[in-house]
């Protein structure tokens, strides 16, 4: 009986099977392809710590709940290496949530269909393995959740627990939800003193806001804690203006926000000026929506905190597909509450936006894929691989200071540090600590090292004869590797020079000028 449920089951969905097993397929082949960079791998280094640590110390610095780690430290235990350790997480995670976007969401099937194709989820949340998958379950799970949370009050907090642990992101939006939530029962007229002594709901939130708040105190910025975020080069009014109408297009559509222009003054140029416009237009077509259906606070409480956070505390260019997955669970929500109303194909100037935005993330996802098997993301492997076969480990290795977060890339594939790293000697971990005492004197510990002539092998991110921290007459080039940051349409180009200390006798590998 079960068998023929099954058999009706995929034949009734047969379209929706077969996008999920794509899915599935693409981002296997491509995890296959793809070289882990610093951020992924800095959390794999940080999984190698004691669970004091990781729990209680390092999430200070971070900024991220310990959840992540804890569960890659299982892959850790058990000796996984970081490829399959980071990897095999991250896509059942994004495996679950893919499943519930195509087979549980309320969306017209063509979304449901296209949707698990655009650039976030099935490349910049699926390839790159970082604890942003946490957050789209949760938030999708949320969206599945969301009609019958009354019923369910436990289920849901549960979820709104999960995102919580995923990030600071996930916690503001769990908040953000939680908070929604109660107002929506104070505003049915309940009885107060029977809400809080016999409802599950009020136990349920309470529970929520207790937990949220231990995170908060778990990840709460320690007083030497450094971050660098992206936009602080821009004045007020450019900032104002991009978070306004620039970030809903950027989530959307356009690509003006990236690792290429992150740094870059004149943000403002016709493909910018397009790009506002055509978020201008979005914004006001979502927020009439939600005003007709008398839910702009959905709007309002989910999409502003997190906006508000980006503008004034953080953000760097893969956080954008953040706001694309707001975007779905809020639409996901209000298509729950109008199950009558297609409220998304109804409004033709949203709907051939919606269209045209797919296509357009779609170009962008086939772009990362081809270009992400063709081109090394990362230099990690090909370095690891050029210090295995020569025995450069055995040597002391330095950095140049400009690239302190280069050794974790490479440590994570060895059992010990390698490097003579700035924080080697005060804390003596795989990890950078983002402290600012740590940071200070990081040029005088690279300065005495050069001078006493402890540096035998140099890794470089340009060659020596443009960095004015070391006599390159010193040094003697081995290898040069070309690598480069993949974000939608474009990817960033960047180097990584190894030097010897000309004082020892190494074989060097010929070097070809015209490749670089």
């Known amino acids: 009986m079960n068998l023929h449920r099954i058999k009706d089951f995929i034949k009734l969905n047969r379209h929706e099977f077969i996008a999920f097993i794509l899915f599935c397929l693409i981002t296997i082949t491509v995890s296959c392809f793809h070289e882990c960079w610093f951020d992924e791998l800095h959390s794999w280094a940080i999984a190698k710590d004691n669970l004091y640590n990781i729990i209680f110390s390092i999430p200070h610095f971070e900024g991220f709940p310990p959840f992540w780690y804890l569960l890659l430290k299982i892959f850790n235990t058990f000796n996984f290496s970081p490829d399959f350790g980071l990897k095999i997480p991250n896509l059942i995670i994004m495996f679950t949530a893919i499943w519930i976007l195509i087979f549980k969401s309320p969306f017209p099937k063509i979304l449901r ?26 938030l999708f799970l949320a969206g599945m959740l969301h009609k019958n949370r009354d019923k369910h009050p436990l289920k849901y907090v549960a979820v709104l627990s999960i995102m919580a642990m995923s990030s600071i992101y996930g916690m503001i939006l769990s908040t953000s939800i939680a908070i929604l939530w109660a107002i929506d029962i104070i505003t049915k007229k309940i009885h107060i003193k029977t809400f809080v002594t016999k409802d599950k709901r009020f136990f349920a939130l309470l529970f929520l806001c207790l937990f949220c708040f231990s995170i908060s105190l778990i990840i709460f910025p320690d007083s030497n804690a450094t971050a660098t975020t992206r936009f602080t080069h821009l004045i007020k009014w450019q900032r104002l203006v991009y978070f306004i109408v620039g970030l809903p297009a950027d989530a959307v559509a356009f690509n003006v926000f990236n690792y290429n222009t992150a740094d870059n003054t004149n943000i403002f140029n016709l493909y910018t000026d397009v790009a506002w416009c055509f978020g201008a237009i979005f914004m006001l077509s979502v927020i009439r929506i939600f005003i007709h259906n008398k839910r702009l606070n959905l709007l309002l409480f989910l999409y502003v905190p997190i906006t508000v956070f980006m503008a004034k505390c953080y953000i760097h260019p893969h956080h954008i597909g953040i706001i694309t997955i707001i975007f779905i669970y809020i639409f996901w929500c209000l298509k729950e509450e109008n199950e009558q109303n297609d409220i998304l194909m109804n409004n033709k100037l949203l709907k051939y936006y919606i269209l045209f935005a797919i296509a357009i993330q779609i170009y962008y996802s086939t772009y990362s894929i081809i270009t992400d098997i063709k081109w090394p993301y990362s230099s990690s492997k090909e370095v690891v691989n050029y210090i295995k076969e020569h025995n450069l480990q055995n040597y002391n290795i330095a950095v140049v200071p400009s690239i302190t977060w280069f050794p974790v890339e490479i440590d994570s594939y060895f059992n010990d540090n390698i490097f003579l790293t700035y924080n080697k000697s005060t804390l003596g971990k795989f990890y950078v600590v983002h402290n600012t005492e740590i940071y200070k004197n990081k040029l005088e510990v690279y300065a005495t090292w050069h001078r006493n002539g402890d540096i035998d092998i140099l890794i470089s991110d340009k060659p020596l004869y443009e960095n004015g921290d070391f006599d390159y007459n010193r040094f003697e080039l081995l290898k040069h590797f070309c690598y480069g940051k993949i974000y939608k349409s474009k990817h960033k180009d960047d180097e990584i020079y190894i030097y010897m200390n000309r004082n020892l006798t190494l074989k060097k590998d010929s070097y070809n000028k015209e490749k670089s």
């Open 113 to 138: 269909l296209t949707l698990p194709f655009t650039y976030y989820l099935i490349y910049q949340y699926s390839i790159v393995s970082r604890p942003y998958c946490i957050l789209i379950l949760g």
